[in-house]
């Protein structure tokens, strides 16, 4: 039995301190709503840390992300302008993307900003700090009782909590989907992604570049520095590309780019992670929600994967505003609107990203090279096709 008396009562409970689960608790605190942010991990004080000037992007986890316009619009709600992402990042003007079998090519202009992880997580973990918001680190859900009428946590050593509402943005191994018994769809891709920091010899002129080479997308990402980049490489060899010498690597690069970026030099350690997509069968039940990560994972190749994250919060708070305007309605309606809004978007660019990778990686016959080669070619020539793809992402 528990104790009523023991019991903290909130508006929302956040579980997972990132960046999708801060841009959430920072959106809901100002509509007015109490509530709390559980991390189960102890990485904030590792984020606050991460600040210092003396931390670099080439000692950290090189990490980025590509932020498009729309969540430059929903990071200024939280208080987050795009001065501040100016000072955190470094924006991208276009994009250029090259087929390496048959020299398929597109570009087109492209408006957004480079990022990179630590940088935003902490910048997002000061706003919250300073407006009061409460955020415990080390949590681990011992209990809980997650229906239609009410949230109830039991974190252990003492500290229950009654919520009207949970979110889950406790990313890709969710606590909170594994409480909720929501089942995922998931297939891996048998690639890793290989991330590190490279400096070229010549400029990259704010323009992000993919290759699609034999074993996988490689993407060199603009950052501050004029000759400065953010390597991501999804390939099927990734353990081999983390094991030979700095120089072959380089080499590879340097071949695989054409040359484009003359001579790159790698300036960190190489880090990787699998890659798979994933997504759960439903982000609502009870009174709780699942966002970002939590939801669903896509593949890196169009940097799309934070942004759709951004989108959840952005559409379940907007969703929770037209809930307290109309006296009639309920979290449940509410909730179950945004599921309905932002499923058929999130799978949408998982089925987008995953058949472009297949197209691109898996192996093909003769006749369906020549005609993916093809059809970059009569893309590029599209500038209305073109402007379309650009507004979708």
Request: charged fraction near 20%; glycine fraction near 8%; include cysteine.
């Amino acid at each position: 039995t528990r104790r009523m008396d023991e019991t903290k009562r909130l508006d929302y409970v956040v579980v997972g301190g990132g960046l999708i689960g801060l841009t959430a608790a920072l959106r809901l605190h100002d509509l007015g709503w109490t509530g709390i942010v559980l991390e189960q991990q102890s990485k904030l004080s590792e984020s606050r840390s991460q600040l210092a000037p003396a931390r670099v992007l080439t000692e950290i986890s090189p990490r980025v992300l590509a932020l498009n316009t729309a969540t430059q619009a929903s990071l200024a709600l939280t208080g987050l302008p795009l001065e501040s992402l100016q000072i955190l990042g470094s924006p991208f003007r276009g994009m250029e993307v090259w087929d390496r079998e048959l020299s398929g090519a597109l570009n087109f202009d492209a408006q957004g900003w480079i990022v990179e992880n630590h940088q935003l997580e902490g910048a997002l973990l000061g706003l919250a700090e300073s407006k009061g918001i409460q955020i415990r680190e080390a949590n681990t859900i011992k209990d809980s009782i997650i229906d239609d009428q009410q949230v109830w946590l039991d974190c252990g050593q003492g500290v229950q909590l009654e919520a009207s509402l949970l979110i889950g943005a406790d990313g890709a191994q969710s606590r909170v989907r594994e409480i909720l018994g929501v089942p995922t769809l998931n297939w891996a891709y048998h690639q890793c992604a290989v991330v590190a920091v490279v400096h070229s010899e010549k400029p990259h002129q704010g323009v992000a570049r993919q290759w699609f080479t034999g074993s996988g997308p490689l993407a060199l990402l603009p950052l501050a520095d004029p000759h400065g980049l953010v390597l991501i490489w999804s390939s099927v060899e990734g353990q081999a590309l983390l094991e030979v010498s700095d120089s072959e690597l380089e080499s590879r690069l340097v071949r695989e780019t054409d040359q484009m970026m003359g001579a790159l030099k790698l300036v960190s350690k190489r880090q990787s992670f699998p890659l798979q997509q994933q997504h759960a069968m439903r982000y609502v039940k009870g009174r709780a929600v699942l966002l970002g990560d939590a939801a669903h994972t896509i593949h890196p190749l169009a940097g799309q994967g934070a942004n759709l994250g951004f989108a959840d919060v952005a559409e379940l708070v907007d969703c929770l505003v037209q809930m307290s305007l109309d006296p009639s309605a309920t979290i449940q309606g509410a909730l179950s609107k945004f599921e309905r809004r932002r499923a058929g978007q999130n799978i949408l660019m998982t089925a987008l990203t995953d058949g472009l990778s297949r197209l691109f990686t898996d192996p093909k016959p003769a006749w369906l090279r020549v005609a993916r080669s093809w059809g970059m070619r009569l893309l590029d020539r599209e500038a209305q096709i073109k402007r379309l793809l650009t507004e979708t992402a």
